[in-house]
Structure formats: structure tokens, C-alpha cells
């Protein structure tokens, strides 16, 4: 086990979009990262895509929903890097169908990684993170708040992790801190869509989100220095939640 006094950022869904775009922040500002992902495939091409030595971060295949995975990530984690300050639990996944073609098996799906994933997360990480006066943030959604059609687990779970977030900011603190980010409208970069002028004008900032406007905040909460802030959800969103849309 390393005995290193660095700080320790556990990113989950973390090989692509604003899990990436997190882990890659975190190294940047001196801190080692466990990187876990569902993906293999797509944990494999990190080493070129983050820069960072090899001895500042480790992959860990993860399917955040399955209790022994996290377990698992939990410990290699420790025995790599000896300590646990931050927790950031980002990996989710989006089912869009009408209603009556959602099966019981695409909710529980969506559950499991959304929802359960965290709670497992909070759950075998809160230990390591007490001890360093850690945090946890949790990745949800202004879909917590407002909707499209057809996506109704996805909308759920958000809404839930940030009542998760304060119950475990109550019940972890003040060893812990708990905050959630609820992300709007944010460009992934391997997302499917060409963004257009008026993409970015129904922003009252004036463009769509990227990753590394999340990353930004996710960085802001794990300073010791916000001490102060717990049980949080803070809507990162360009503004456009509370632009009044009325058709004429």
C-alpha cells in the first residue's frame, strides 16, 4: 500500500465526457485518481488521452451497480494509493422509450447505475473519507427538475440523488461533505449531435456546457477551503433554467 500524503479522487464513469474531463482536472491540480468505468475497451485508451504519468492513476473496470465490483475498486484503490479523500460518483446511463415499451429490466437498469451506484459508492468509500475529512460529490441532472418526454427512469434517478445528497450530507457530517452538480445542456465531445447558433443562443450565457465547466465545479467543492458547503445541489446550466419560454 502507498503511504503517499497526495490527495485521492475516486471519478466513476470517468473514460469519457464529464467523467474524463474531471479525472483529467483532478490530475492536473495534484491529485492521483482511480478511474473506474464499465468499459474496458474505452479504459484502454486513457493513457493518451489524460497525459499524466502512470503512477498518478489507476483503471478499474467497474460496473458501479454490482456490490463486489465496488468493493473491489474500493480496496485496489487503498492499496494503491493508501488513502481516499473524494468520491466522485458521475457514471449514468439514459434509456429513452415511450412508456409502455419500458421494460422492468431498462428501469432497474437505469437504477442500478444511477442510484445504486452512488449509494454503494457513499457506502464503501464514507469510512476512508471521514478519516481525511473527504467529500463526495454526485453527478445529477437539471433533468431532476424539469423533463423531456420518454425519459423516465434517467429523470427518477436524478431527482433522487439529490435528495440522496443531503441525506448522506445529515448522516456523514461533519467528517464528511456531501454536494451535488446538476448539469444542464453539455456538449460530450463523442456525442452524436453538430451544435447550431441557436443551440447556444436559448443559453442566457450563451452556449451549451462542456465538460470541463462541470469539472470546474466538481474541483471548487473538493476544497477544504468550502468547508462551509454541504447538502448542496448546484445547477450548472448556463442559466437555462430559468429562462421563462413562452410560444407565440
Request: aromatic content about 6%; proline content about 5%; glycine content about 8%.
Amino acid at each position: 500500500m502507498s503511504q503517499s500524503t497526495e490527495k485521492v479522487a475516486i471519478v466513476t464513469g470517468a473514460a469519457h465526457g464529464i467523467g474524463l474531463a474531471t479525472a483529467r482536472l483532478l490530475l492536473e491540480n495534484k491529485y492521483r485518481v482511480a478511474i473506474w468505468d464499465v468499459n474496458p475497451d474505452e479504459l484502454n485508451r486513457l493513457p493518451q488521452q489524460l497525459k499524466a504519468d502512470a503512477d498518478r492513476y489507476l483503471t478499474f473496470p467497474c460496473d458501479v451497480s454490482a456490490e463486489t465490483d465496488v468493493q473491489r475498486g474500493i480496496a485496489q484503490t487503498l492499496e494503491r494509493f493508501g488513502r481516499i479523500d473524494v468520491l466522485v460518483n458521475n457514471a449514468g446511463v439514459m434509456d429513452e422509450k415511450p412508456l409502455e415499451e419500458v421494460t422492468l429490466a431498462d428501469w432497474n437498469r437505469v437504477l442500478g447505475t444511477n442510484l445504486t451506484g452512488a449509494f454503494l459508492g457513499a457506502k464503501y468509500a464514507a469510512a476512508e473519507l471521514a478519516k481525511h475529512r473527504g467529500s463526495i460529490i454526485n453527478i445529477a441532472s437539471t433533468r431532476a427538475f424539469q423533463s423531456e418526454p420518454d425519459t423516465f427512469a434517467y429523470s427518477a434517478t436524478k431527482g433522487a440523488l439529490v435528495a440522496l445528497t443531503h441525506s448522506l450530507a445529515i448522516s456523514l457530517g461533519p467528517t464528511v461533505r456531501v454536494n451535488s452538480i446538476s448539469p444542464g445542456w453539455i456538449d460530450v465531445p463523442d456525442g452524436p449531435q453538430t451544435l447550431r447558433k441557436k443551440d447556444h443562443a436559448q443559453h442566457p450565457a450563451g452556449r451549451v456546457g462542456t465538460p470541463d465547466d462541470i469539472a470546474r465545479m466538481v474541483l471548487f467543492l473538493t476544497d477544504p477551503q468550502n468547508d462551509f458547503v454541504t447538502g448542496q445541489n448546484f445547477v450548472v446550466d448556463g442559466g437555462m433554467t430559468r429562462k421563462m419560454i413562452y410560444v407565440h
